[in-house]
């Protein structure tokens, strides 16, 4: 009996002592199982109420069972779920004495890889299972939800299609070596190729979008002691996370936390004040904060608004150009009424600039609103509508394709032989299907679905 042929069992979910704990258990003894359970044939798709008794009888409690036949399941085979109390001593009853009749506990992801095994969905879906219950803000399950329900495979599907129209056009050259592929034609596939390229390298570049959707946009508040970075921080993060204190310099480390803003997840990195004179554990603590900044994703350049006539530290102000910065003019409570100027060069970032009271909080909206158009516009265009941001498997895959493809369109530029221009063609097709999981390579497959949750 294969690895996939047998009867699994798993804790899908449970939520504390008061909720609902859903064991599910697949396999090709399901069916049988289940009758045993229920003594009589269960009922497709149909909740039943009864008792759930172990082989020994032994009332172990009130549950619910619902039975759906393969392949019209999740996994596509036979699938038994059992709603029980939350309570993990009952649920731990309930599996060990499944494992009694036979089923045997299920490796992390296997449900969802037998789904893949079974047809019922490709690996780009697979995949989105997992960031559908990893998704840390809104905009990451709209991308979950819609890998899920296809738009990555749909978008392969449509490349895969193109490329086995012009690969056919090649291969018929290659069948009737008399032929030359005439000019005409090659401008064609030339055209037909370069198209292709050129959606595949959009596909990629969502590569970058899709780590901030999974980790988080990297925000880094930048500025110099005493600005009022780590007050912002506790404003935005909604308690004191932070030290706070008038004596400069309190900051010697960074600090990180994540909060959601919007439909966004942000990584915010509170770090040590910029200061031109420091001492030696301050230095550390800079040094520790130029690290930081050069892996950001977007910058919070907080100055301090009663001492805008002076010096911007020489970091904060290289910075300000920056399109991934935000200019943040902090104890703007503490100006008088009028007009407010900014220095240069913070002046030639007056479009990207929030004046703000982290201590009463003032300006806090504007600013929560302008991070959230900020990194809204990280999103790159794809040429459709759907929100796709892919994996680094995806990516790595993709890369190859375009390489292939780079080389392909460059021996068609030269008259190279047609039977060549074909073979980095189909290396292309084979990393298309890695994508979706046309390419059966079970080593692949196995760490994979390793990375995955029991019962997932």
Same mark, same amino acid.
């Given at each position: 009996m294969s !690895? /996939?042929?047998?009867?699994?069992?798993? +804790? $899908?979910?449970?939520?504390g002592t008061s909720a609902i704990a859903l064991i599910r258990v697949s396999g090709p003894d399901t069916q049988r199982l289940a009758a045993a359970l229920l003594r009589r044939v =269960?009922?497709?798709?149909? $909740?039943? /109420? %009864?008792?759930?008794?172990? $082989?020994?009888?032994l009332l172990l409690d009130d549950v619910l069972f619902t039975f759906f036949r393969g392949p019209r399941s999740y996994s596509g085979e036979d699938t038994l779920e059992i709603s029980c109390h %939350? #309570? =993990?001593?009952?649920? !731990?009853?309930? +599996?060990?004495?499944?494992?009694t009749r036979g089923c045997r506990p299920s490796r992390p992801g296997e449900f969802t890889q037998r789904a893949f095994l079974n047809g019922r969905m490709e690996l780009s879906q697979a995949e989105a299972v997992m960031d559908l219950i990893r998704a840390r803000s809104d905009r990451a399950l709209?991308?979950? #939800?819609q890998q899920l329900r296809g738009a990555l495979g749909k978008r392969m599907a449509d490349l895969i299609d193109r490329l086995l129209a012009v690969l056919a056009r090649i291969e018929a050259y290659i069948d009737f070596p008399d032929e030359d592929l005439p000019p005409e034609d090659r401008t064609l596939v030339l055209s037909s190729l370069q198209g292709i390229a050129g959606d595949t390298g959009r596909l990629l570049a969502t590569s970058h979008y899709g780590e901030l959707l999974r980790d988080g946009i990297k925000t880094v508040i930048l500025g110099a002691p005493n600005v009022g970075k780590s007050s912002l921080l506790n404003?935005?993060?909604? /308690?004191?996370?932070? @030290?706070?204190? =008038?004596?400069?310099?309190?900051?010697?480390?960074f600090l990180e936390e994540r909060i959601i803003v919007g439909p966004h997840c942000l990584r915010i990195i509170d770090t040590a004040g910029l200061n031109p004179s420091p001492a030696p554990l301050e230095s550390l603590g800079m040094a520790k904060a130029l690290e930081r900044a050069a892996e950001a994703d977007l910058f919070l350049l907080v100055l301090d608004a009663t001492l805008l006539n002076g010096s911007i530290p020489a970091e904060v102000a290289?910075?300000?150009?920056?399109? &991934?910065? @935000?200019?943040?003019? #902090? &104890?703007?409570? +503490? +100006?008088?009424? %009028?007009p407010r100027v900014l220095p240069s060069p913070a002046a030639a970032a007056s479009g990207r600039t929030c004046w703000i009271s982290a201590l009463s909080g003032a300006g806090i909206t504007e600013l929560t609103d302008a991070i959230v158009e900020l990194a809204d516009s990280f999103r790159p265009e794809t040429g459709t509508s759907d929100l796709i941001a892919i994996n680094a498997r995806h990516a790595h895959a993709l890369a190859e394709a375009r390489d292939g493809l780079e080389r392909a369109i460059a021996k068609l530029r030269e008259n190279g032989p047609v039977e060549l221009i074909a073979s980095d063609l189909r290396t292309v097709l084979s990393s298309f299907g890695e994508i979706t999981g046309k390419v059966d390579n079970e080593r692949m497959l196995d760490q994979l679905f390793a990375t995955f949750c029991i019962g997932k």
């Open positions: !690895q /996939h042929d047998d009867t699994i069992a798993a +804790l $899908a979910t449970a939520a =269960p009922p497709v798709r149909e $909740a039943v /109420h %009864g008792d759930y008794r172990s $082989a020994r009888g %939350g #309570n =993990p001593f009952i649920a !731990q009853a309930v +599996l060990e004495d499944l494992f709209m991308a979950a #939800n404003r935005l993060v909604g /308690h004191d996370r932070a @030290l706070v204190s =008038p004596e400069p310099g309190t900051t010697r480390d290289s910075r300000i150009a920056d399109p &991934k910065a @935000l200019v943040v003019i #902090n &104890k703007s409570d +503490l +100006l008088p009424d %009028g």
